[in-house]
């Protein structure tokens, strides 16, 4: 073979071989020059919280979270070392204000409940807790059984739904919401409602019978009804709400009594005698009453 061509091979050869030398050390420098995405700390769960668990050192760690960070993630450990759980947090979950209870609040089942509300207590069998289908996180209306006060005999027992889209707390001591929803028999079940409500609850649940009725969690429209008696079901008739029993009238006012007073006769007034001189005659008139004509004396000289 001509060594002038095989000098042009080889040179042709470690050109290509720089050239490509080159080329890499350009590609790798960009790569490492080019700007590595933002990173931030947050607080995330170092294994799954249920809700009602104090957290504590063991429960967190602090990872790099690239991308947008929630606006209410925790970014210190400080913040909630000693709080309590309010909604399940699962491993590498960041944290967020919204999950925890406030600082000081705790944890277990006061917790979990919103300022401004109540846990209540309603005592539950088989029957009134659905099968021990009554879970927390269920939503349920609460129906009430009783004779009103002032009723009358001929309308019966009364149901009526009192209280509607009522979320339970807690069933018998479980506050977690199982997933499958397996039921659970207990005695007492906790459910989250207002003041008000909470009144009507502790009136209701000493003198009359309770009833809850699962609803489905993403029904939350309420609905009026007027109630249902055992007369109007027998009958077929559309319930009527007893009227309230009208206000007894007042006695009207005694009329005064008029009590005829006798008077005591009148004395006849004393005459008035009048002396009339005329001339050498003088005469005496006596004046008996008004309508009496007057008697003429005999003159006197």
């Known amino acids: 073979m001509n060594k002038r061509l095989l000098s042009v091979l080889a040179f042709a050869l470690v050109v290509s071989l720089g050239a490509t030398f080159v080329i890499y050390r350009l590609v790798l420098s960009q790569m490492k020059t080019s700007a590595k995405p933002a990173t931030i700390p947050v607080v995330v769960a170092a294994r799954n919280l249920p809700v009602g668990t104090m957290i504590a050192e063991g429960d967190l760690r602090v990872a790099e979270w690239s991308g947008a960070v929630p606006a209410a993630a925790v970014k210190k450990k400080e913040d909630v070392l000693g ?28 917790a979990t409940i919103p300022p401004g509300m109540r846990a209540v207590a309603i005592r539950v069998n088989e029957v009134v807790g659905l099968a021990g289908f009554v879970v927390p996180g269920q939503r349920v209306d609460i129906l009430v059984l009783g004779m009103p006060p002032g009723g009358s005999d001929t309308v019966g027992t009364i149901t009526k739904t009192i209280l509607q889209n009522i979320e339970v707390l807690s069933a018998g001591q479980n506050i977690q919401k199982d997933a499958e929803g397996k039921p659970v028999t207990v005695q007492v079940v906790n459910v989250l409602v207002t003041p008000e409500q909470a009144e009507v609850l502790s009136l209701i649940s000493n003198d009359m019978r309770i009833q809850l009725i699962l609803r489905n969690p993403l029904d939350t429209q309420e609905t009026k009804t007027p109630g249902m008696s055992a007369g109007s079901v027998f009958s077929g008739s559309p319930f009527k709400a007893p009227s309230a029993a009208p206000a007894p009238r007042a006695a009207p006012a005694p009329k005064p009594v008029v009590t005829a007073v006798s008077r005591p006769p009148e004395r006849p007034a004393a005459p008035v005698i009048v002396e009339v001189i005329q001339g050498a005659k003088r005469n005496e008139v006596k004046f008996q009453d008004r309508n009496e004509q007057p008697a003429n004396a005999e003159g006197r000289p």
Request: proline share 4%; net charge neutral.
């Open 83 to 110: 709080r309590g759980v309010v909604a399940s947090i699962y491993e590498g979950e960041p944290l967020l204000e919204s999950r925890l209870a406030a600082k000081g609040a705790g944890a277990g089942l006061s």
